[in-house]
């Protein structure tokens, strides 16, 4: 039986799917097969975006139409007949799943009083405790982005749990938890007294149940600027397509002179300056480029009227990047269709998912909530549940990473992410005011991230030093070392042999020896270790498997290959994978002859001699490491044979390819690859690494780092 919760609102625009997005991120580090169910659709018309972006998370697995109970007409219709469907679509999800998220309607069919009972009613029938989300807001809605709508008392918020408890009492439904959802930040221990006085004497809906507050956050409400274009009607006139995503934080009518304008703007404004009013467009354009002046999110030309040929040569050679939108409207329609534009917790905006998911981890109980769910950790080990432990483990060690690549934007969108969840301090190089502005122009805060120009004159002038001493057996002089300090590579090694940064995460648009050598030469390798290599963590559908090296060591000798292998099993310890290590071969055990052969019959005496504990075979194939049939026919009695964690190619062909051919043809998901064999942790990336695939590597380094301290 599936454990499921309801998420139900007693009103519209509570924000509930920021809750739902949390409760789901929560499951689906806990078990393996989550679904989302919607018992009454929005619309019949156009597709439901909350369920699209729940649907959408990874590991969720079931159709868009699969997860629909019933729509609006059919609950007026018939609300019984309508409760059937709903009841067993709804049992058909539960089938295939270990926990189900269940999101309650979003009260946009206007006029009806009832829908809270009715929601009380579903939940009852499917048997799913309810997750009670208030919304903290008077007047939420349209124009909330621009301050419209006011924090709810105490009282407010009091009065309004009695009513939907009632509600839920007199369909029988029981009560999970209360969620205060945008509630007053200076107010939150003050409201969750209020609402738990009134939850304590609802004994027959829960009693003594637990009460959260998340606090209001302007970013979560505000509409992006591709909203703003779809709402005025418009099309992008100039400007950077990839900054439409910004949130718009209100909204300034530059119909006035451009004195009067300029003190006007403020930080995520949207500004709507009539197309005949060139003077004032320029204005915003430079003093958007300004240091003294705020960031804005983009410009709406109004009036549709063309512009002077000068003008567009202007606008085309300052290559600003800021959004600037046509649109036919007057300038009050205008205002008015901006102020209209409603925000969306978008799957498509980077900012709003990492802040709804921080504001859920840091306002909730988490471990209460999923006791009271009597949901269990799933055995079994798939990729998410691998990712997930991975970055839980990084946020548990908080290290300092360093990015050196601070002008490639998914760099900045993983920084976004890993500073937003709490995984991980970092500093990104780059000149600050570059970073910081391309970052803002991307809708992403990095404002906790330290900005450092490689060309810091303190710090190359200490690195010139530090380095010129660890290589003047090399020759190289202080006015060679000051020019190669501020290669991004270098300064970021010199920050971690410093002491500055706890580990270095490179690569994403520099090669794999530009991103590794200033380690060879800087931070060197571990005592006993002859040799740096890779792994890369291969999750696979139930279980998480070791393979190395490769990405480093083209033909490695035997004594290198047994420390390859040493280093692998090292590497598996860390990530809580018990080591089986497989010294592979063309050839098990006794079968074959020749050099390659003999090198890792060779190499796997050395480990047996160096770490007599360490269950090891080799030289073994790959059928007889990894599958438990062939492993009774080819090696019985083996500790290792068929249950191998760790696989040790021969060479970097075999590795390289392998691992490729898994990742492709068996759906498994590669992290790494992961340096080993270094004092410090410095990890490379492939060049055409997801934002994903940057944020496991960070944590990854940072977890590596905490051990190594």
Known sequence: MAHSIYIGSAEGNTGKSTVALGVLDLLRQQVGRVGVFRPIARSTDTRDYVLELLLAHDGVEIAYDDAIGASYDEVHADPDGALQRIVARFKKVEENCDAVVILGSDYTDVGSPTELGFNARIAANLAAPVLLVLGGRIGQGQGEHLGHSEARSADDMRQLTELALDELRSEHATLLGIIANRADPDNLDTIVAAIGGVARSASSVGGDVPIWAIPEDPYLVAPSMSTVMAAVDGTLYAGDPELLSREALGVVVAAMSMDNVLPRLFEGAVVVVPADRTEVLLAVLMANAAATFPSVSGIVLNGGFDLPEPIVKLIEGLRAGLPIIRTDLGSYDTAVAVTSARGRLAAESQRKRDTALALFERSVDRASLLARLDVS???????????????????????????????????????????????????????????????????????????????????????????????AHKGVTLEQARETVTDVSYFGTLMVHTGLADGMVSGAAHTTAHTIRPSFEIIKTQPGVSVVSSVFLMALADRVLVYGDCAVNPDPTAEQLADIALSSAETAEQFGIEPRVAMLSYSTGESGAGADVEKVRQATAIVRERRPDLPVEGPIQYDAAADAAVAAAKMPGSAVAGRATVFIFPDLNTGN??????????????????LQGLNKPINDLSRGALVQDIVNTVAITAIQAGDAS
């Open 377 to 471: 950790r799933a055995e079994v080990v798939t990729p998410l549940l691998f990712e997930y432990g991975i970055l839980a483990r990084a946020r548990a060690e908080q290290k300092h990473i360093v990015l050196p690549e601070g002008g490639d934007d998914r760099i900045l969108r993983a920084a976004a992410t890993l500073l937003a969840r709490d995984v991980a301090e970092l500093t990104i190089l780059g000149e600050e005011i570059e970073v910081r502005a391309r970052a803002i122009g991307l809708g992403l805060d990095i404002n906790r991230a330290k900005i450092v120009s490689p060309y810091d004159p303190v710090l190359v002038y200490k690195f010139a030093e530090e380095y010129q001493k660890l290589r």
């Open 657 to 674: 390819n392998t691992y490729k051919a898994v990742q492709r043809s068996a759906g498994a998901v590669a992290i790494g690859p992961v």
